[in-house]
């Protein structure tokens, strides 16, 4: 019945209240939101400069792209070509991209890249990163799976903060426009943000100088941003934030209208239970 007297406006208070905690461990491994099940679009490019034009050869389709292993996807339509995935994972938030080599002609891989997010299904794109490519010239053998130690690929990492639901990777340019016939890959990823989605929980207590709870005290916190969450405490003293968002900077302070607090500046790296206000006398 504590929890009777606990207010907030996080919708995480819900899950609390209900008597659930969940928390999620601080990662730093960034993983790939594409998976090889995920519908997957061809580009073709505006332009060709070789002549041979045409859809990708029957084994070397736009799936081959995001398939987890090393086989290759080849457009003939080279300047410009690409694709379009929309990941089964829902609205992602990436900060790198990593190309991996195929198996032969050099001369065909990318030498520059535009990346682009929509949440429209593709009616709209916005630019997420746009750059040039430097990729090995070591080859990647076909059929290689992803998990195999030492290939060849090089990782783009950019600065980008938006979610998006699709992306668009266009090639402008190849190594070798005219001696290749084609753009191609041997695979390609696009890396998350791990970091901004773990959460943790933050609790503490709310006492007199004498050590006894103070009821429907006001706890707030505020980030960075200047946004601020709040929360009242039970019965007991008790407070409990779920799902905030770790590695980053907030003051926290306790008000109320008996009492005076001293405001706190917590770095938050991991679930706190124990930030504690007691009263000035
Ligand atoms: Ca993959
Ligand atoms: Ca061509
Ligand atoms: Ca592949």
Do not use: C
């Not at 639901?165 to 190594?175: A, Q």
């Not at 426009?177 to 970091?195: H, T, Y």
């Amino acid at each position: 019945m504590l929890q009777k007297y606990f207010h907030s406006i996080f919708v995480a208070a819900a899950i609390v209240m209900a008597g659930a905690f969940f928390t999620v461990p601080v990662s730093f491994a960034q993983t790939d939101v594409t998976s090889p099940t995920d519908p997957v679009q061809v580009v073709s490019g505006p332009f060709d400069d070789d002549g041979q034009v045409g859809p990708p050869p029957l084994n070397e389709g736009v799936d081959k792209a995001i398939d987890n292993t090393m086989t290759k996807y080849l457009n003939f339509i080279d300047e410009g070509s690409g694709l379009i995935v929309t990941p089964g994972a829902g609205s992602t938030v990436i900060n790198s991209m990593r190309i991996y080599t195929a198996n032969d002609f050099p001369d065909r891989d990318p030498a520059s890249y535009l990346l682009e997010g929509s949440n429209n299904a593709g009616s709209s794109w916005t630019v997420i990163s746009t750059g040039t490519l430097n990729l090995p010239a070591n080859r990647n053998a076909t059929g290689q799976p992803i998990s195999t130690p030492g290939l060849f690929s090089q990782t783009v990492s950019f600065f980008n903060l938006m979610a998006y639901t699709s992306y668009r990777i266009t090639f402008p340019t190849i190594k070798d426009v005219i001696l290749a016939n084609s753009m191609q890959i041997g695979e390609i990823e696009l890396l998350d943000i791990p970091v901004s989605a773990a959460t943790v929980t933050v609790a503490g207590r709310v006492s007199s100088s004498v050590g006894r709870g103070v009821a429907s005290a006001r706890v707030s916190f505020t980030n960075q941003n200047g946004e601020t969450q709040m929360a009242l405490t039970n019965a007991f003293g008790y407070f409990r934030f779920a799902g905030v968002e770790a590695g980053e900077t907030y003051i926290f302070t306790a008000t109320h209208k008996r009492y005076q607090f001293t405001p706190q500046v917590v770095t938050l790296l991991d679930t706190l239970s124990d930030l504690n206000f007691v009263a000035e006398p």
